[in-house]
């Protein structure tokens, strides 16, 4: 599965567009990982953990959308996007989605 950002992938021709394929998750900061890093942030410096976190709620939702992808009969996402929202105090959502299609 080919997943790519622009509007085309260079030496392949889109036959068909199949529709938006997403992928989302939901993920929530945690009682220990908030004190830690509430300590760090006091001593200034990158908040890993916090890092970490979001870097996995990006991963999953790729992969979801990848899943998505592949039960419309794609070979390919084009155009894809991500975003993120604050679902609760605590709590951000990961969105990925896309352009599903069929190469020749």
């Given at each position: 599965?080919?997943v790519?950002?622009?509007?085309?992938?260079p030496?392949e021709?889109?036959d068909e567009?199949?529709?938006?394929a997403r992928?989302n998750?939901?993920e929530?900061r945690?009682?220990?990982?908030?004190i830690?890093?509430s300590?760090?942030?006091?001593a200034?410096?990158?908040?890993?953990?916090y890092s970490?976190?979001?870097?996995g709620?990006?991963?999953?939702?790729?992969?979801?959308m990848?899943?998505?992808?592949e039960e419309?009969?794609?070979?390919?996402?084009?155009?894809?996007?991500?975003e993120?929202?604050?679902?609760?105090?605590g709590?951000s959502?990961?969105?990925?989605?896309?352009?599903a299609?069929?190469?020749?």
């Open positions: 599965m080919q790519v950002s622009t509007e085309t992938i030496g021709e889109i567009a199949l529709g938006i992928g998750t939901v929530a945690n009682v220990g990982r908030d830690t890093q300590l760090r942030n006091l200034g410096g990158e908040l890993k953990a970490k976190l979001l870097t709620a990006r991963d999953e939702a790729l992969q979801r990848i899943e998505d992808a419309l009969g794609a070979d390919a996402v084009v155009n894809v996007r991500m993120t929202s604050t679902i609760a105090s709590g959502e990961v969105i990925a989605y896309g352009t299609v069929r190469l020749q």
